[in-house]
């Protein structure tokens, strides 16, 4: 089945204003459709050399060197390239660790600020290990705090009211995802850290699904904490580092929970008592993975070259055209919608859900429709189709649902078995 | 200068059981002299194809798919590599995060264990950001525990009658290096590890200068926990991971004060309330950084084919060599002895004392002896020459040695200024 909106779909990639990008990609051999940039971004060509460079040129030839001639230095110029993209300053970034880790110190130290208050909020659309943290955290801090979560009566979304409802003067804490991994529910930051500064409550964001092709708006929204990846639509490569946001006037009440090497003010004096560095550094821990660090020089250069904005109408353009061909075409053949219908409010993955969205998500990377298309799979029937604005473009979407037509249509997803990988 | 001893050096390296090792490693152009193993290994030839496929054929080919095509079992399979060179079991050991933060994990669980308990442990010998943590480990708890800190008489070991008058049935936890930062000075484990037992206390080796170029016994030792780095003699590049070891016995009772996703029992289900995984994989955190990772696999295989005991035996062959050739033409020039004269109480580096061991040590780095050597300093006064057996040679001792006498016999370190790097 060919769909006639393909013509429609190559003109509006030919007058796409980021198309020069996507050659800037390594496509490999067969090239595959990629609609999983929000779990894993692909590999831009330059990192390839840059590796190399990397491995040979850093490690192998200079040695110890290399660390006063980058890596010492790399974490803080890396954060300060990233900075932008999501509306902060340099000093109130921090690439480093894992996003678990990272929440794990800024819910620290925020509890310890608030030790009053005795609630922590969050919503059940949030990425689960989140939630994990934060249960930790309460048992760590002596059982005394509850965790409140708001639930969402769509599965789609989440009401300010049910929200609110749940923040009072007596939270010392929200943590919420700004765009939800699973239905792509986006907040108006603004409107809840508002909310929250008038109970008096801190914000964390996990901006994990938005950065790089959302604009988090931290500091115009007054945003308090956030943390995030840097492995999704920024490209940074599988298990890049996390990074965390610190207002630049609370940087000074929080105190980071684990005391480590490289967050000293001096390291290499090896005093024997610890003494914080000024800035943001104090919220590093040991060694930072140079090797997984270095891949997001290239990254985030592309992503600041593309411009935020630029990147996020081009995601609305694609995330809509998605939209209107699985109301025509896929609705009708038992698919519904898992994401919210307003474009404002939701991120840059679309999730179609169908019972059978486990095996038909299978059958897609199988190439079982003509092409193989890399979407993912989130239980218990949403299959995701990210939006990378970068290397994504609309004939992919069309070509996409051709195959999803042709793989029920002719029921090819009962050739695929119920049993899940590890990884999903 | 031109020392005699270099022919018997050309014949101890020509019968060295270990000689076809070197040549599995990238030199640089020109070669340099490297006795710095002991801060960051060399790169490993096939490291170079490995991270090529990495990054090319497994991200940028497979993309989100190398999740289920090796990247999610790397730690496991890494770990169960590791687990031998150090004397343990496969399940008792876990390649994740940093030192600081798995010094960080277990010694908070520890303390938790153990929580009736008020001191903790520890020498000055050891690397200061083991005692960093551990500051910060008393503030999170509350302030109820005191920190003891056994002193070094002569700057180059612990008397063991020291550190046990410290060790009482109101410790919680003792934190030593097995093989200390600067001295080199090594610990006897089993001695430390049956008298703390027989006063309750738990302990946690740091092996970081020791693993890789020294047995660390752990199971025969009977220790209970330990952590240590893998970027030093294991060779796996610039802020490669840390690992952490726990014995399987304790396992049930240590709690991670980290709840992380990759530690979840079932990562991949999205249930929202935290399950720890049944063995030691709860003390994973978040994503792994993949990248920094894979190199392990080329060095674990090498370590593992050289044989821990043969290492040893080469390494103190080595460092035996370099003490007599330093007796005999560094001493009568001002050097001092910085680590302890019995081979079997110190790991694998010298470290030589000089009052302007700062500027020799810049001057051997620059070349200003004939030869780029590459060592490194340690405050106030030591030059750790660290001696990585797969790599190092007698030859290379000598000529070291001959480049220092003409250094300081010309006093050509004269030329280097004061002005300290960042990362020394």
Redesign the interface.
């Given at each position: 089945m060919s769909l006639p909106e393909k013509t429609e779909a190559r003109e509006l990639d030919g007058n796409s204003a980021l198309k020069e990008f996507r050659a800037e990609f390594?496509h490999?051999?067969p090239e595959?459709i990629?609609l999983?940039g929000n779990?894993?971004g692909?590999?831009p060509l330059k990192?390839?050399s840059r590796?190399?460079r990397a491995?040979?040129g850093?490690?192998?030839?200079?040695?110890?060197?290399?660390?006063?001639e980058g890596?010492?230095?790399m974490p803080e110029k890396l954060s300060a390239q990233l900075a932008p993209v999501i509306d902060a300053e340099a000093g109130e970034v921090l690439i480093t660790?894992?996003?678990?880790?990272n929440l794990?110190k800024l819910a620290?130290a925020a509890l310890r600020m608030k030790s009053g208050r005795s609630t922590i909020v969050t919503d059940?659309l949030n990425f689960?290990?989140d939630?994990?943290?934060l249960?930790?955290l309460v048992?760590?801090h002596g059982g005394h705090h509850s965790l409140r979560?708001a639930g969402s009566r769509d599965g789609i979304s989440v009401s300010y009211d049910d929200l609110f409802e749940l923040i009072t003067e007596d939270t010392a804490l929200v943590v919420l995802s700004l765009v939800a991994f699973k239905s792509a529910f986006m907040y108006d930051m603004k409107r809840v850290n508002e909310y929250a500064r008038s109970k008096g409550a801190l914000v964390i964001w996990d901006l994990s699904h938005a950065a790089g092709a959302v604009p988090c708006r931290l500091n115009e929204s007054g945003a308090h904490m956030a943390v995030g990846?840097t492995?999704k639509y920024l490209n940074g490569?599988?298990?890049?580092?996390?990074y965390l946001y610190i207002r630049q006037d609370l940087l000074p009440e929080l105190?980071?929970?684990?005391?480590?090497?490289f967050g000293?003010a001096d390291?290499?004096?090896?005093?024997?008592?610890?003494k914080p560095a000024q800035g943001i550094r104090k919220f590093m821990?040991?060694?930072?993975?140079?090797?997984?660090?270095i891949?997001l020089e290239i990254s985030l250069e592309m992503i600041s070259r593309a411009g935020i904005n630029q990147i996020r109408k081009q995601s609305k353009a694609l995330c809509g055209f998605l939209v209107s061909l699985s109301e025509k075409y896929l609705y009708p053949l038992g698919f519904s919608a898992g994401f919210p219908q307003n474009e404002n409010e939701r991120g840059s993955h679309i999730s179609l859900r169908h019972p059978e969205g486990y095996r038909i998500c299978k059958a897609l990377?199988q190439g079982l429709g003509g092409e193989v298309i890399?979407p993912?799979f989130?239980?218990p029937d949403n299959i995701r189709f990210g939006i990378s604005p970068l290397y994504n473009t609309h004939e992919e979407l069309v070509v996409t649902v051709e195959n999803l037509v042709k793989i029920i249509s002719e029921r090819l997803y009962e050739q695929i078995p119920f049993q899940?990988?590890?990884?999903?």
């Open positions: 390594f490999g051999t595959c990629y999983d779990s894993l692909r590999l990192t390839i590796m190399e491995v040979k850093e490690w192998g030839e200079r040695l110890i060197r290399g660390w006063n890596w010492y230095t660790g894992t996003v678990s880790l794990y620290d059940s689960p290990s939630i994990y943290i249960e930790g048992r760590n979560i990846c492995y490569g599988p298990g890049a580092p996390g105190e980071p929970p684990i005391q480590g090497w000293h390291p290499f004096a090896f005093s024997l008592s610890y821990t040991g060694t930072p993975p140079v090797l997984s660090l891949p990377i890399i993912d989130r239980e899940k990988d590890a990884v999903t």
